[in-house]
Protein backbone atom coordinates (compact mmCIF):
# COMPACT_ATOMS: atom_id res chain seq x y z
CA UNK A 1 0.00 0.00 0.00
CA UNK A 2 1.34 3.61 -0.16
CA UNK A 3 0.65 6.38 2.27
CA UNK A 4 0.38 4.57 5.52
CA UNK A 5 1.90 6.78 8.28
CA UNK A 6 3.76 10.14 7.18
CA UNK A 7 6.17 11.85 9.34
CA UNK A 8 4.00 13.81 12.67
CA UNK A 9 3.43 17.57 12.36
CA UNK A 10 3.17 16.94 8.49
CA UNK A 11 0.38 15.37 7.50
CA UNK A 12 -2.12 17.34 9.91
CA UNK A 13 -0.64 20.55 8.83
CA UNK A 14 -1.39 19.76 4.80
CA UNK A 15 -4.94 17.77 5.75
CA UNK A 16 -8.01 18.19 7.00
CA UNK A 17 -8.69 14.99 9.07
CA UNK A 18 -10.39 12.91 9.29
CA UNK A 19 -10.85 12.31 5.89
CA UNK A 20 -11.56 9.55 3.36
CA UNK A 21 -9.25 9.63 -0.09
CA UNK A 22 -11.78 8.63 -2.99
CA UNK A 23 -9.83 7.46 -6.25
CA UNK A 24 -11.86 7.70 -9.10
CA UNK A 25 -9.91 6.35 -11.51
CA UNK A 26 -10.28 3.03 -10.29
CA UNK A 27 -13.91 3.19 -9.45
CA UNK A 28 -14.22 4.00 -13.54
CA UNK A 29 -12.15 1.40 -14.37
CA UNK A 30 -14.14 -1.22 -11.55
CA UNK A 31 -17.17 0.03 -13.46
CA UNK A 32 -15.87 -0.41 -16.77
CA UNK A 33 -15.03 -4.33 -16.02
CA UNK A 34 -18.40 -4.82 -14.63
CA UNK A 35 -20.34 -3.32 -17.65
CA UNK A 36 -18.69 -5.33 -20.03
CA UNK A 37 -18.81 -8.67 -17.94
CA UNK A 38 -22.36 -8.41 -17.49
CA UNK A 39 -22.93 -7.00 -20.86
CA UNK A 40 -21.52 -10.07 -22.44
CA UNK A 41 -24.50 -12.21 -21.05
CA UNK A 42 -26.77 -9.80 -21.76
CA UNK A 43 -27.56 -8.31 -18.53
CA UNK A 44 -27.07 -4.40 -18.16
CA UNK A 45 -26.33 -2.56 -15.09
CA UNK A 46 -27.68 0.19 -13.01
CA UNK A 47 -25.40 1.66 -11.06
CA UNK A 48 -26.38 2.33 -7.12
CA UNK A 49 -24.85 5.01 -5.16
CA UNK A 50 -26.19 5.04 -1.92
CA UNK A 51 -23.09 3.38 -0.54
CA UNK A 52 -21.55 6.93 -1.45
CA UNK A 53 -24.67 9.11 -0.85
CA UNK A 54 -25.31 10.14 -4.04
CA UNK A 55 -21.77 11.33 -4.62
CA UNK A 56 -22.21 13.94 -7.65
CA UNK A 57 -18.52 12.88 -8.65
CA UNK A 58 -19.38 9.23 -9.00
CA UNK A 59 -22.85 9.80 -10.50
CA UNK A 60 -21.04 11.41 -12.81
CA UNK A 61 -18.09 8.88 -13.47
CA UNK A 62 -20.69 6.10 -13.52
CA UNK A 63 -22.72 7.60 -16.57
CA UNK A 64 -19.42 8.66 -18.05
CA UNK A 65 -18.43 4.75 -18.31
CA UNK A 66 -22.15 4.48 -19.99
CA UNK A 67 -24.21 3.28 -16.83
CA UNK A 68 -27.17 4.96 -18.06
CA UNK A 69 -29.61 4.52 -14.43
CA UNK A 70 -28.60 5.20 -11.16
CA UNK A 71 -30.49 3.50 -8.70
CA UNK A 72 -30.39 5.24 -4.90
CA UNK A 73 -32.53 4.76 -1.95
CA UNK A 74 -32.94 8.31 -0.92
CA UNK A 75 -34.86 10.54 -2.24
CA UNK A 76 -32.34 13.50 -1.27
CA UNK A 77 -29.77 11.98 -3.38
CA UNK A 78 -31.86 11.34 -6.24
CA UNK A 79 -32.95 15.07 -6.34
CA UNK A 80 -29.68 16.39 -5.94
CA UNK A 81 -28.34 14.36 -8.49
CA UNK A 82 -31.40 15.73 -10.88
CA UNK A 83 -30.96 19.07 -9.74
CA UNK A 84 -26.86 18.82 -10.70
CA UNK A 85 -27.96 17.84 -14.15
CA UNK A 86 -26.59 14.24 -13.58
CA UNK A 87 -27.74 12.87 -17.51
CA UNK A 88 -29.11 9.60 -16.21
CA UNK A 89 -32.34 7.74 -15.82
CA UNK A 90 -33.11 8.08 -11.96
CA UNK A 91 -34.25 4.74 -10.17
CA UNK A 92 -35.90 5.37 -6.01
CA UNK A 93 -34.42 1.41 -4.64
CA UNK A 94 -35.91 2.04 -1.52
CA UNK A 95 -40.09 0.95 -1.50
CA UNK A 96 -41.38 5.12 -1.27
CA UNK A 97 -42.96 5.99 2.09
CA UNK A 98 -46.43 7.62 2.08
CA UNK A 99 -44.77 10.52 3.18
CA UNK A 100 -43.20 11.21 0.25
CA UNK A 101 -45.02 10.54 -2.84
CA UNK A 102 -44.64 13.98 -4.50
CA UNK A 103 -40.99 13.87 -4.19
CA UNK A 104 -40.16 10.59 -5.45
CA UNK A 105 -42.90 11.44 -8.84
CA UNK A 106 -40.67 15.02 -8.89
CA UNK A 107 -37.24 12.94 -8.58
CA UNK A 108 -37.40 9.32 -9.70
CA UNK A 109 -37.90 7.95 -13.23
CA UNK A 110 -38.72 4.63 -11.67
CA UNK A 111 -38.92 3.18 -8.29
CA UNK A 112 -39.31 -0.26 -6.95
CA UNK A 113 -42.81 -0.90 -5.38
CA UNK A 114 -44.45 -3.41 -3.10
CA UNK A 115 -47.34 -2.08 -1.33
CA UNK A 116 -50.62 -1.11 -3.79
CA UNK A 117 -51.70 1.82 -1.38
CA UNK A 118 -48.42 3.59 -2.13
CA UNK A 119 -48.90 2.57 -6.07
CA UNK A 120 -52.05 4.11 -5.52
CA UNK A 121 -50.89 7.28 -4.62
CA UNK A 122 -48.37 7.46 -6.51
CA UNK A 123 -50.79 7.08 -9.21
CA UNK A 124 -52.98 9.86 -8.49
CA UNK A 125 -50.22 12.25 -7.79
CA UNK A 126 -48.57 11.10 -11.58
CA UNK A 127 -51.80 11.88 -12.47
CA UNK A 128 -51.94 15.26 -10.68
CA UNK A 129 -48.94 16.37 -12.19
CA UNK A 130 -49.81 15.28 -15.68
CA UNK A 131 -47.03 12.70 -16.04
CA UNK A 132 -46.44 8.75 -16.10
CA UNK A 133 -44.55 7.00 -13.39
CA UNK A 134 -42.48 4.09 -13.76
CA UNK A 135 -42.47 1.27 -11.37
CA UNK A 136 -40.59 -2.34 -11.09
CA UNK A 137 -43.11 -4.69 -8.83
CA UNK A 138 -40.64 -5.98 -6.36
CA UNK A 139 -41.68 -9.71 -5.63
CA UNK A 140 -40.36 -11.68 -2.57
CA UNK A 141 -38.40 -14.74 -2.93
CA UNK A 142 -36.58 -15.82 0.37
CA UNK A 143 -34.62 -12.85 1.49
CA UNK A 144 -37.69 -11.15 3.39
CA UNK A 145 -37.54 -7.82 3.10
CA UNK A 146 -39.39 -5.84 0.44
CA UNK A 147 -41.93 -7.49 -2.42
CA UNK A 148 -44.94 -9.10 -3.20
CA UNK A 149 -45.47 -12.55 -2.12
CA UNK A 150 -45.74 -14.72 -5.32
CA UNK A 151 -49.22 -15.67 -4.56
CA UNK A 152 -50.48 -12.48 -4.51
CA UNK A 153 -48.70 -11.18 -8.01
CA UNK A 154 -52.29 -11.53 -9.79
CA UNK A 155 -54.22 -9.46 -7.76
CA UNK A 156 -51.25 -6.92 -7.69
CA UNK A 157 -50.92 -6.80 -10.95
CA UNK A 158 -54.81 -6.45 -12.37
CA UNK A 159 -55.03 -4.02 -9.55
CA UNK A 160 -52.06 -2.09 -11.04
CA UNK A 161 -53.25 -2.01 -14.01
CA UNK A 162 -56.62 -0.29 -13.33
CA UNK A 163 -54.58 2.91 -12.36
CA UNK A 164 -53.44 5.30 -14.94
CA UNK A 165 -50.11 7.18 -14.66
CA UNK A 166 -48.72 4.15 -13.80
CA UNK A 167 -46.19 2.26 -15.71
CA UNK A 168 -45.13 -1.33 -14.83
CA UNK A 169 -41.51 -1.17 -16.61
CA UNK A 170 -40.50 -4.64 -14.78
CA UNK A 171 -40.36 -6.75 -12.06
CA UNK A 172 -37.58 -7.64 -9.76
CA UNK A 173 -36.24 -9.33 -6.58
CA UNK A 174 -33.51 -8.50 -4.00
CA UNK A 175 -31.28 -10.79 -1.96
CA UNK A 176 -28.57 -11.31 0.51
CA UNK A 177 -29.75 -8.21 2.20
CA UNK A 178 -32.00 -9.21 5.03
CA UNK A 179 -32.09 -12.70 5.17
CA UNK A 180 -28.26 -13.54 3.30
CA UNK A 181 -30.41 -15.83 0.88
CA UNK A 182 -28.45 -16.55 -1.92
CA UNK A 183 -29.41 -15.45 -5.33
CA UNK A 184 -28.82 -19.27 -7.23
CA UNK A 185 -29.91 -20.82 -10.41
CA UNK A 186 -33.27 -22.04 -8.37
CA UNK A 187 -34.13 -17.78 -7.52
CA UNK A 188 -33.18 -16.66 -10.88
CA UNK A 189 -35.46 -19.18 -12.61
CA UNK A 190 -38.24 -18.46 -10.29
CA UNK A 191 -37.94 -15.24 -11.18
CA UNK A 192 -37.68 -15.65 -14.75
CA UNK A 193 -40.88 -17.68 -15.05
CA UNK A 194 -42.48 -15.27 -12.73
CA UNK A 195 -41.83 -12.90 -15.57
CA UNK A 196 -42.49 -14.88 -18.09
CA UNK A 197 -46.02 -15.30 -16.77
CA UNK A 198 -46.69 -11.70 -16.23
CA UNK A 199 -45.41 -10.62 -19.99
CA UNK A 200 -48.29 -13.20 -21.63
CA UNK A 201 -50.89 -13.26 -19.31
CA UNK A 202 -51.24 -9.57 -19.47
CA UNK A 203 -49.27 -8.50 -22.62
CA UNK A 204 -47.12 -6.51 -20.93
CA UNK A 205 -43.21 -5.71 -22.38
CA UNK A 206 -41.68 -5.51 -18.95
CA UNK A 207 -38.32 -4.08 -20.26
CA UNK A 208 -36.49 -4.81 -16.67
CA UNK A 209 -35.97 -8.66 -15.07
CA UNK A 210 -33.98 -6.90 -12.64
CA UNK A 211 -32.39 -10.38 -10.89
CA UNK A 212 -30.47 -8.33 -7.81
CA UNK A 213 -27.21 -6.88 -6.83
CA UNK A 214 -23.96 -7.45 -6.37
CA UNK A 215 -24.76 -10.94 -4.60
CA UNK A 216 -25.51 -12.29 -8.17
CA UNK A 217 -22.06 -12.32 -9.08
CA UNK A 218 -21.53 -15.96 -8.46
CA UNK A 219 -24.75 -17.05 -9.72
CA UNK A 220 -23.83 -15.00 -12.85
CA UNK A 221 -20.22 -16.19 -13.71
CA UNK A 222 -21.29 -20.07 -12.63
CA UNK A 223 -23.67 -19.93 -15.83
CA UNK A 224 -24.88 -19.13 -19.48
CA UNK A 225 -28.56 -19.67 -18.44
CA UNK A 226 -29.39 -15.45 -17.35
CA UNK A 227 -33.34 -16.59 -18.46
CA UNK A 228 -34.96 -13.82 -18.15
CA UNK A 229 -32.46 -11.59 -16.33
CA UNK A 230 -31.49 -8.69 -17.68
CA UNK A 231 -30.96 -6.11 -15.19
CA UNK A 232 -28.91 -6.09 -12.16
CA UNK A 233 -28.69 -3.30 -9.55
CA UNK A 234 -24.70 -3.01 -8.98
CA UNK A 235 -23.24 -0.54 -5.96
CA UNK A 236 -20.66 -2.61 -3.55
CA UNK A 237 -18.92 -4.10 -6.34
CA UNK A 238 -18.03 -0.93 -8.39
CA UNK A 239 -16.91 0.27 -5.34
CA UNK A 240 -15.35 -1.85 -3.08
CA UNK A 241 -14.47 -4.57 -6.06
CA UNK A 242 -15.74 -7.67 -4.28
CA UNK A 243 -18.95 -9.70 -4.38
CA UNK A 244 -21.34 -10.05 -1.36
CA UNK A 245 -22.36 -13.74 -0.31
CA UNK A 246 -18.33 -14.00 0.89
CA UNK A 247 -16.79 -10.71 -0.08
CA UNK A 248 -14.66 -12.10 -1.92
CA UNK A 249 -12.56 -9.60 -4.31
CA UNK A 250 -13.43 -9.96 -8.20
CA UNK A 251 -10.57 -10.81 -10.61
CA UNK A 252 -9.48 -7.90 -12.25
CA UNK A 253 -10.80 -5.08 -9.69
CA UNK A 254 -10.17 -2.73 -7.36
CA UNK A 255 -10.85 -3.48 -3.66
CA UNK A 256 -8.77 -0.15 -2.21
CA UNK A 257 -10.70 2.75 -3.94
CA UNK A 258 -11.91 4.21 -1.06
CA UNK A 259 -9.05 4.94 1.83
CA UNK A 260 -9.98 6.86 5.17
CA UNK A 261 -7.46 8.27 7.18
CA UNK A 262 -7.49 9.43 10.91
CA UNK A 263 -4.76 11.51 12.72
CA UNK A 264 -3.44 10.57 16.56
CA UNK A 265 -4.34 12.50 19.02
CA UNK A 266 -2.82 10.60 22.20
CA UNK A 267 -0.11 8.34 22.08
CA UNK A 268 1.37 6.74 25.54
CA UNK A 269 2.30 3.57 27.26
CA UNK A 270 -0.32 1.99 29.02
CA UNK A 271 -1.65 -1.21 30.48
CA UNK A 272 -3.51 -2.95 28.56
CA UNK A 273 -6.23 -4.04 30.98
CA UNK A 274 -8.70 -0.47 32.35
CA UNK A 275 -7.96 -0.51 36.20
CA UNK A 276 -10.62 -0.36 38.86
CA UNK A 277 -14.04 -0.89 39.57
CA UNK A 278 -15.48 -2.26 36.22
CA UNK A 279 -19.20 -0.59 35.33
CA UNK A 280 -20.79 -0.04 31.82
CA UNK A 281 -18.82 2.08 29.23
CA UNK A 282 -19.86 4.91 26.85
CA UNK A 283 -22.34 2.20 24.71
CA UNK A 284 -23.69 0.26 27.21
CA UNK A 285 -21.44 -2.42 27.22
CA UNK A 286 -18.70 -4.16 30.14
CA UNK A 287 -15.66 -4.50 27.71
CA UNK A 288 -13.49 -7.10 27.94
CA UNK A 289 -9.72 -6.84 27.30
CA UNK A 290 -6.62 -8.84 27.24
CA UNK A 291 -3.48 -9.25 29.68
CA UNK A 292 -0.86 -8.17 27.47
CA UNK A 293 0.66 -6.13 29.99
CA UNK A 294 1.87 -2.79 29.11
CA UNK A 295 1.00 -1.21 25.37
CA UNK A 296 1.58 1.52 23.31
CA UNK A 297 -1.87 3.04 23.56
CA UNK A 298 -2.91 5.23 20.28
CA UNK A 299 -6.17 7.53 20.14
CA UNK A 300 -7.44 8.35 17.19
CA UNK A 301 -9.68 11.67 16.87
CA UNK A 302 -12.94 9.54 15.80
CA UNK A 303 -15.35 7.39 16.90
CA UNK A 304 -18.89 5.73 16.42
CA UNK A 305 -20.18 9.45 15.55
CA UNK A 306 -18.14 9.53 12.44
CA UNK A 307 -17.59 6.09 11.21
CA UNK A 308 -18.58 2.45 12.01
CA UNK A 309 -15.68 1.43 13.60
CA UNK A 310 -16.51 -1.87 13.06
CA UNK A 311 -15.77 -1.93 9.17
CA UNK A 312 -12.07 0.07 9.41
CA UNK A 313 -9.21 -2.51 8.60
CA UNK A 314 -5.81 -0.94 9.26
CA UNK A 315 -2.82 -1.22 6.28
CA UNK A 316 -0.70 -0.73 9.71
CA UNK A 317 -0.23 -3.90 11.74
CA UNK A 318 -2.38 -2.69 14.78
CA UNK A 319 -5.64 -3.61 16.49
CA UNK A 320 -8.89 -1.19 17.21
CA UNK A 321 -9.43 -2.47 20.99
CA UNK A 322 -12.24 -0.44 21.67
CA UNK A 323 -14.35 2.94 20.56
CA UNK A 324 -16.79 5.30 22.31
CA UNK A 325 -18.68 7.98 20.48
CA UNK A 326 -15.57 10.09 19.11
CA UNK A 327 -12.37 8.13 20.09
CA UNK A 328 -10.98 4.84 18.82
CA UNK A 329 -8.19 3.17 20.80
CA UNK A 330 -5.59 1.32 19.07
CA UNK A 331 -3.15 -1.62 20.53
CA UNK A 332 -0.30 0.10 18.15
CA UNK A 333 1.73 -3.21 18.44
CA UNK A 334 5.26 -2.72 16.92
CA UNK A 335 4.35 0.48 15.48
CA UNK A 336 5.95 3.51 16.92
CA UNK A 337 2.68 5.56 16.22
CA UNK A 338 3.05 9.18 17.95
CA UNK A 339 0.60 12.29 18.31
CA UNK A 340 0.14 13.71 14.62
CA UNK A 341 0.61 10.94 12.69
CA UNK A 342 -2.03 9.73 9.93
CA UNK A 343 -3.48 5.92 10.37
CA UNK A 344 -5.00 4.67 7.13
CA UNK A 345 -7.66 2.31 6.75
CA UNK A 346 -9.42 0.03 4.22
CA UNK A 347 -13.26 -0.25 4.44
CA UNK A 348 -16.12 -2.50 4.01
CA UNK A 349 -19.12 -1.15 3.25
CA UNK A 350 -20.84 -0.14 6.24
CA UNK A 351 -17.77 2.37 6.88
CA UNK A 352 -17.70 3.07 3.60
CA UNK A 353 -21.59 4.31 4.26
CA UNK A 354 -20.81 5.79 6.97
CA UNK A 355 -18.15 7.84 6.31
CA UNK A 356 -19.70 9.16 3.01
CA UNK A 357 -22.97 10.33 5.05
CA UNK A 358 -20.49 11.53 8.00
CA UNK A 359 -20.60 15.61 8.10
CA UNK A 360 -17.21 15.36 10.07
CA UNK A 361 -15.21 13.91 7.36
CA UNK A 362 -13.94 15.51 4.40
CA UNK A 363 -13.97 14.00 1.22
CA UNK A 364 -11.01 14.20 -1.04
CA UNK A 365 -11.26 13.37 -4.62
CA UNK A 366 -8.19 11.63 -6.23
C1 LIG B 1 -28.59 -1.37 -2.04
C2 LIG B 1 -29.41 -2.05 -3.05
C3 LIG B 1 -28.82 -2.61 -4.18
C4 LIG B 1 -27.32 -2.60 -4.40
O1 LIG B 1 -26.72 -3.58 -3.60
P1 LIG B 1 -25.14 -3.86 -3.70
O2 LIG B 1 -24.91 -5.02 -2.82
O3 LIG B 1 -24.45 -2.63 -3.22
O4 LIG B 1 -24.83 -4.15 -5.12
C5 LIG B 1 -29.64 -3.20 -5.11
N1 LIG B 1 -30.98 -3.25 -4.95
C6 LIG B 1 -31.59 -2.73 -3.87
C7 LIG B 1 -33.07 -2.82 -3.75
C8 LIG B 1 -30.83 -2.11 -2.89
O5 LIG B 1 -31.45 -1.58 -1.82
Redesign the pocket.
Known amino acids: MNLTVEPPKQLYLKHKMPKIEINLSKIAHNARMLKSMYQSKGIHI ?1 G ?1 T ?2 VCGSLEIANLLVDQGISQL ?1 D ?1 KIENLKRMKEAGVQAEFVL ?2 TPALSEIEAVVDYADIS ?1 NSELEVIQRLSECALEKNTVHKIIL ?1 IELGDL ?2 GVMPDQLDRYIQSILQLRGIEVVGV ?1 A ?1 F ?2 FGGVKPDAKKMNTLSHLASEIRNRYHLSLPFI ?1 G ?4 NYNWFTSTEQMGEINQ ?8 LGQE ?1 LSRTPIPGLYTDAFTFYSEVIESKIKPSVPYGEIAQNALGFYPEFEEKGNIRHAILGVGIQDVLVGGLTSLLDVNIIGFSSDHTVLDAKKVDLQVGDAVAFNLN ?1 GALLSLMTSSTVSKEYV
Open positions: MVKGGSLRLMREGNACSGNSALRIGESILTY
